[in-house]
């Protein structure tokens, strides 16, 4: 079977109807539904929470058929624009057979979120083609900070929906600050390379090797973070990725912040880091303003993009 043509969906636009769904874990606080909610109304979308959005069981957001019932639903609601993940933690990768992919690919609109979704935005790229963006969830987006990187790839600044012009293609440079920590991207091997762009968080990542919902990894970009994760595991899965002969086939690699609460913990994580970036080979950069926190960046998952190492560049192609 051909994979499908690539999409890329309409942008949003001030008040544009919103759903809302929680394809994984519940929100640790059943108020944070309200406040994102209210935030996301001040800056001007109205909200459509799905069916089961308020649902719980154990560490899952309602069962894998109520989550997945929510997701179609919204794709398949004319009067929904765009649709955010509330969160990530554990579950998306448990409803990616209950998808309607051809449902997904006749109604395209933006689909948001990241750390867990990771699962959906490769899931959807492979079976439907749609464009989905690797971003802050619906609980942290449009906060301050994170809402010129929101802006810049979501919506366009003269109101229509065209895909993204000349003024927003630059996703991250060295030349500008990113998050509290101020990430410094660094070259590692320098170079140039255009490929479509592929990635998200590298545990639920490797979760999709060996299923139908393996990516193509055939000259992609892939890009990579994590949070919490030792460094011996992390570690492990640039083994596993290496045996499973993925890192063999890409064109270029960004990784993005691997974070940890202890800060020697960190440090071999860095060295780990840096050692695998070199083994590999391929054009690479450390440090790049995508993970675990607020002000990241939003990628187009699937999109064409320029990467050039040397210079610290992303930009759409």
């Known amino acids: 079977m051909n994979a499908p043509s690539i999409l890329f969906p309409p942008r949003l636009t001030p008040g544009d109807l919103i759903g809302l769904v929680t394809p994984a874990s519940p929100p640790e ?38 989550r997945a019932v929510d997701i179609n639903a919204m794709f398949a609601d004319p009067e929904v ?17 209950l998808l309607d992919y051809e449902a997904i690919r006749a109604n ?35 906060e301050p900070g994170n809402e010129a990187p929101c802006r810049r790839v979501l919506m366009s600044s003269d109101g229509s929906r065209r895909p993204p012009g000349d003024g927003d293609r630059v ?78 086939k890409i064109g270029g690699l960004i990784i993005g912040q691997f974070d940890h609460m202890d800060s020697a913990e960190e440090e071999r994580i860095a060295a780990c880091l ?9 054009p690479c950069v450390t440090g790049a303003p995508i993970g675990h926190f607020v002000e990241q960046i939003t990628i187009p998952h699937g999109t064409q993009a320029d990467f050039d190492a040397g210079e610290g560049i992303l930009k759409l192609a």
């Open 274 to 282: 840096q050692r695998e970036a070199e083994r590999i080979g391929m």
């Open 29 to 66: 606080k059943p108020e944070l539904i309200d406040e994102t909610i209210a935030r996301l109304t001040a800056f001007g979308f109205r909200l459509k929470p799905g069916k089961y959005v308020r649902k719980r069981d154990s560490y899952l957001a309602g069962s894998d058929e109520e």
């Open 171 to 248: 996703l991250f440079s060295r030349n500008e600050s990113y998050g509290p920590k101020k990430t410094e991207i660094k070259t590692v091997i320098p170079g140039r390379v255009t490929g479509r762009m592929i990635g998200g968080n590298m545990t639920c990542l490797l979760r999709l090797l060996g299923t139908p919902y393996e990516p193509d990894f055939s000259g992609v970009i892939l890009f990579l973070e994590d949070t919490g994760e030792k460094a011996y595991r992390i570690d492990g899965n640039f083994c596993h990725l290496r045996l499973a002969g993925v890192l063999g």
């Open 81 to 97: 624009k765009g649709i955010y993940a509330l969160r990530g933690g554990y579950g998306s990768c448990r409803i990616l057979p």
């Open 108 to 142: 395209p609109k933006p689909f948001i979120g990241y750390s867990d979704v990771t699962a959906m935005h490769n899931a959807i790229l492979l079976k439907a083609g749609l464009v989905t963006f690797h971003g802050p969830n619906a609980s942290s987006a449009f």
